[in-house]
């Protein structure tokens, strides 16, 4: 008889986590030189990579550092950027329960958008996945990010960076952030309110505490407008997917309930 080899589970993590390791390389190098660019040395670099685990908050913090931003004003945007963990992490408590608030606690810290989007997708289509098997993709990632950070780090310390390159090219990823979070019309809407609030609060605060007060003041006036928009006019266009004259999501998950009720 013909004995059937057993894959270490490792191994088969790291086959999933595999692309995801890869496509960390080079950004985690860029975010890395930036890093020391702002200021950070390579030890320094490559505890904020584990601590915080953010390509999106790295670049942020490499952003303000690089204009003087107060430490309050960096810790606020950073809290406001992070806030969506929670709601992914929600997302994924149905196929986490039994486990100790140790590991819980674990998993979230090493959790990010990419490698939920991966064991989202593993809960959803493979039943002998497990909460173990969705930790091991985690730390995948964050191990091939958290080298290639330092890397980066170890590279800008003998290359000269340009600050003024920094700024476009975080910029240009704030933007693509933007681009990608913008499905309805009234998200569009409320990107362009942001945009101009936090023009204006800059100019009176004269600091950059401005953007978190224009963060929390668009959020605030989206997050209403939405609630009345899906409570007395769900088929209203500002609902609607950016270019579809049809209902979006959330139209059609009004009416989902509605056809429930």
């Not at 960076?161 to 990823?173: E, G, Q, R, S, Y």
């Not at 928009?229 to 997917?241: C, F, G, I, Q």
Request: with cysteine.
């Amino acid at each position: 008889m013909e004995q059937t080899t057993i894959t270490p589970r490792w191994k088969e993590t790291f086959k999933v986590a595999w692309p995801l390791c890869l496509s960390y390389t080079p950004i985690g190098l860029a975010c890395g030189i930036l890093l020391h660019a702002a200021g950070f040395n390579t030890i320094y670099t490559g505890l904020v990579s584990l601590v915080i685990f953010s390509g999106g908050a790295q670049f942020l913090i490499a952003q303000m550092l690089t204009v003087n931003a107060p430490i309050l004003t960096i810790v606020l945007m950073l809290l406001f950027l992070e806030l969506r963990y929670a709601l992914l992490g929600s997302s994924l408590s149905k196929y986490l329960q039994g486990n100790t608030h140790r590991f819980l606690f674990t998993f979230a810290l090493s959790l990010n958008d990419e490698n939920y989007a991966v064991n989202y997708l593993k809960f959803a289509t493979d039943k002998n996945w497990t909460p173990q098997d969705a930790l091991q993709v985690e730390h995948w990632s964050l191990l091939f990010w958290s080298v290639a950070n330092v890397i980066g780090s170890l590279i800008g310390s003998v290359l000269s960076i340009n600050l003024t390159v920094v700024d476009f090219a975080l910029t240009a990823l704030f933007i693509y952030m933007i681009v990608m979070q913008v499905k309805s019309r009234l998200s569009f809407l409320i990107c362009i309110l942001s945009g101009v609030l936090a023009a204006i609060f800059m100019i009176m605060t004269k600091s950059t505490l401005g953007l978190v007060v224009s963060t929390l003041l668009a959020s605030f006036i989206g997050f209403i407008t939405e609630e009345l928009l899906v409570k007395h006019r769900p088929t209203s266009a500002l609902l609607r997917d950016m270019g579809s004259r049809k209902g979006g999501p959330i139209i059609e998950e009004v009416e989902n309930k509605s056809d429930i009720i």
